[in-house]
């Protein structure tokens, strides 16, 4: 089973609708979840991060966590062309030494279709 | 500059050449790392350095070396690269603790002849 598993896609959905991109992960002790935006030949950047069981808004961007099934959702309202990248989850738990060790899905690659 | 640079953007090498990539955070980070991407496959953590000094190995075999002189800088040398090294090496920085936001540089693309 992998760490984390993401749809690779590619998903397509018109411009202005409701883009729901989905992520599982199999350690039970990872303590946050991220989501990554990859432009085609360009670096992660990060667009959203969770700790806590539940929903968090930034804009158009919603991350919903739910640790008791180990998934975790990245909704994005009004999709606009702009947004077509892949999107890579992440989850991660403590190293000894206090900062996050990563771990990351392959990715969902997004096509909003004008 | 600002940010996480990286140099080179891009580099053929040979199996028996033996060449660096550096990367440098302008952000007052403590933690730098080095990840490596290849084509549908997950971004794989390679290396972590706190405080300049190496706190994670993730089985990467000995034909890449890492180095951090300090918590600016962190090199990744490399020695007798096999084809299947071909992949986008990305650097990364944060906080050892606090926000752990991990900042990416735009990546060297490795082509291993």
């Known amino acids: 089973q992998k760490e984390v598993e993401q749809n690779s896609g590619p998903l397509s959905v018109p411009e202005g609708a409701i883009a729901s991109l989905n992520c599982t992960y199999s350690?039970?002790?990872?303590?946050?979840f991220f989501w990554y935006r990859q432009y085609s030949g360009k670096s992660p950047e990060l667009i959203m991060f969770i700790y806590s069981n539940g929903d968090k808004e930034d804009g158009r961007f919603t991350a919903q966590l739910n640790k008791a099934s180990q998934y975790v959702s990245l909704l994005i309202r009004d999709s606009q062309p702009s947004d077509s990248a892949t999107y890579l989850c992440?989850?991660?738990?403590?190293?000894?030494?206090?900062?996050?060790?990563?771990?990351f899905g392959t990715g969902t690659r997004l096509t909003i279709i004008p | 500059e600002t940010g996480v640079t990286q140099t080179p953007r891009h580099l053929v090498m040979g199996m028996t050449n033996k060449k660096s990539l550096k990367c440098e955070q302008h952000?007052?980070?403590?933690?730098m790392y080095w990840y490596k991407q290849s084509a549908k496959k997950p971004l794989e953590l390679m290396f972590v350095y706190n405080f300049k000094e190496q706190t994670e190995n993730n089985s990467v075999p000995s034909r890449f070396s890492p180095e951090c002189p300090n918590s600016s800088h962190l090199f990744l040398h490399l020695h007798t690269l096999q084809p299947e090294d071909s992949a986008l090496y990305l650097c990364?920085?944060?906080?050892?603790?606090?926000?752990?936001?991990?900042?990416f540089g735009p990546g060297t693309r490795l082509t291993v002849l």
């Open positions: 992440a989850v991660t738990r403590l190293s000894n030494f206090g900062n996050e060790k990563l771990t």
């Open positions: 350690d039970r002790g990872s303590q946050s």
């Open positions: 952000l007052g980070h403590n933690a």
């Open positions: 990364a920085s944060s906080q050892v603790s606090g926000s752990n936001e991990q900042f």
